[in-house]
């Protein structure tokens, strides 16, 4: 073994035939040495070669998968940035159309309350119901990339809902300006046509023929002087003066051929031309002119003509 190891190889280095040549004694144990040192070497070189190459590989992987979530940034960028858009529009659409409806749900319930017509407060009610519904776009806020259809489901859904109700609001509306037409001529009619009672009291004398012939032309409350005599109606006051048996008096015109008279006041309260709407004090119960106490002579008449007071009472 010792005479292994003390081995020595001899190289000859030479140019050419003429050269001198060269000679170098290498030991067994160097040259053992300077393979085991080329072996590591060429080991740890291939092992640093593999791991870049993987670590390469991994990075490339890594690039791509970076690449990929960057390509569905965008595309969630562009599909929000619609989403917004569409949901923008959506909401300029709803607070019109919720401004509308509101009006002509108002409308309506007014129609109906006071003509009995109209008709549309049910399908009102179902589209403010659901256009006053929250739309929640995402359901984890915290998750950009997945969702379901449901956002994109719900704004569809509203945007057809506006579509039916941009079908139906010109008819609404047409059929609900003819309505609120009515309502203003009902309206007007009912303020200006006596419906209530002037005073309160106890009927005297109701409208009619009395004995010996002698017609009645009105009705008779009484009740102690000074109690409050109200006008039946909007109208104008034509008449306010003493006027022979009927005392102290006052008519008042109320357009639609209605004419009102007040008779046996203790005091006026109005004067010629006034306006005076319904319910209005126009003056006080008193006993002047051909009366047997206090009261009110009430009268209603009709294109000149007069009617019995008590047909147009509650």
Do not use: C
Not at 256 to 267: C, P
Request: no cysteine; net charge negative.
């Amino acid at each position: 073994m010792e005479e292994k190891q003390s081995r020595f190889f001899t190289v000859l280095l030479f140019s050419d035939a003429k050269s001198k040549v060269r000679k170098f004694k290498i030991s067994f144990n160097l040259l053992r040495a300077l393979f085991v040192f080329a072996v590591i070497v060429i080991t740890a070189v291939v092992i640093l070669v593999s791991n870049l190459f993987i670590t390469r590989q991994k990075l490339q992987d890594k690039v791509t998968e970076i690449e990929r979530i960057e390509y569905k940034i965008n595309y969630k960028i562009v599909e929000l940035d619609n989403l917004e858009r569409k949901t923008s529009e959506i909401e300029t659409k709803t607070r019109i159309l919720e401004n509308y409806l509101k009006e002509v749900e108002e409308l309506d319930r007014v129609v109906r309350d006071i003509t009995g017509e109209g008709g549309y407060e049910s399908e009102v009610a179902v589209y403010t119901t659901d256009l006053n519904a929250n739309i929640d776009l995402t359901s984890n806020p915290d998750e950009i990339f997945y969702y379901g259809m449901e956002p994109e489901q719900e704004l569809a859904d509203i945007d057809a809902l506006l579509d039916e109700l941009l079908k139906v609001a010109p008819q609404m509306q047409e059929k609900l300006a003819e309505d609120k037409e009515k309502i203003e001529d009902h309206i007007y009619l009912m303020e200006h046509t006596p419906t209530i009672w002037p005073t309160w009291g106890r009927i005297t004398s109701r409208f009619g023929v009395r004995r010996w012939g002698r017609i009645h032309e009105g009705l008779d409350i009484a009740n102690s002087t000074g109690t409050p005599i109200n006008t039946t109606a909007s109208g104008v006051v034509i008449f306010a003066e003493r006027h022979g048996g009927y005392g102290n008096k006052i008519m008042v015109y109320h357009g639609f051929g209605y004419t009102t008279v007040y008779a046996h006041l203790s005091r006026f309260m109005v004067s010629v031309g006034d306006e005076v709407e319904k319910a209005e004090t126009i003056g006080l119960m008193g006993n002047t002119g051909f009366s047997t106490g206090p009261h009110l002579h009430y009268e209603v008449l009709v294109d000149g003509v007069p009617k019995n007071p008590e047909d147009f009472l509650p």
